[in-house]
């Protein structure tokens, strides 16, 4: 079966400082994989999508960018972190054809101070 | 571009009650509807979705939801909520041939025993 980690599962990170969150799919090849934000009260923003290798769609213009450099790995990061980006990041996966279900990780609490 | 309406953002109830969550889209074409639902502490996962075929669908727990094309809709149903029903709950499109889905900002459902 299909399973998708996160880590880490929090974080609190000085304003400035560098980001990577990670993500990892197991158990499908060639999945569609996306970044999210989550706020309270204002739904789940897309943040980027990859359905490939080297494949990176960002929807956001923001701090923050991704990289896909393995078949099942999704990487968030950002060189230097704002207040703003405190928030709670999930990433999940979906079979490589269009418009299919989407499957979610645990998900990251990144507090930025 | 798309949206998706939830027009109940909190929602309390007592158990035995029956629960209907709006969900409206602005999309005129062929979509893939979903509800998703994220109980306290767990990963958003699958509720229940609608591809083709009958309107109707049912999903876990006892949970329905009916596609009106018509009324661009797709309300969430369940005719009798317990007290494990509590948890915040997603509608999401996605557009025939599109790899991004839209969510709406979701509700809250606090269901009393």
């Known amino acids: 079966s299909q399973t998708i980690h996160q880590w880490p599962a929090t974080l609190v990170q000085p304003v400035g400082s560098p980001l990577s969150l990670e993500c990892t799919v197991e158990?499908?090849?060639?999945?569609?994989l996306y970044w999210y934000r989550q706020a309270a009260g204002r739904g789940l923003q897309l943040l980027f999508y990859?359905?490939?290798?080297?494949?990176i769609s960002s929807e956001v213009p923001q701090n923050l960018s991704a990289s896909r450099p393995q078949d099942r790995q999704f990487i968030l990061s950002s060189k230097k972190l704002l207040l703003s980006d405190s928030g709670f990041y999930l990433c999940?996966?979906?079979?490589?054809?269009?418009?299919?279900?989407?499957?979610f990780g645990p998900g990251t609490r990144l507090t930025v101070l | 571009a798309q949206s998706v309406s939830q027009h109940n953002h909190h929602v309390i109830l007592s158990e035995a009650a029956s629960l209907e969550l709006g969900c409206n889209y602005s999309?005129?074409?062929?979509?893939?509807l979903f509800w998703y639902v994220q109980y306290p502490g767990q990963h958003l996962q699958l509720l229940l979705k609608y591809f083709s075929g009958d309107p109707l669908v049912k999903g876990i727990k006892g949970f329905e939801a009916e596609f009106i094309k018509s009324k661009f809709s797709f309300n969430l149903r369940k005719p009798s909520v317990q007290w494990s029903d509590t948890a915040e709950y997603f509608c999401?499109?996605?557009?025939?041939?599109?790899?991004?889905?839209?969510f709406g900002r979701g509700t809250s459902l606090i269901v009393h025993p």
């Open positions: 999940a996966w979906s079979v490589s054809t269009t418009g299919n279900e989407q499957f």
């Open positions: 999309y005129g074409g062929t979509v893939n």
């Open positions: 999401a499109v996605n557009p025939g041939g599109s790899y991004i889905p839209t």
């Open positions: 158990g499908t090849s060639n999945p569609n």
């Open positions: 990859s359905v490939g290798i080297g494949q």
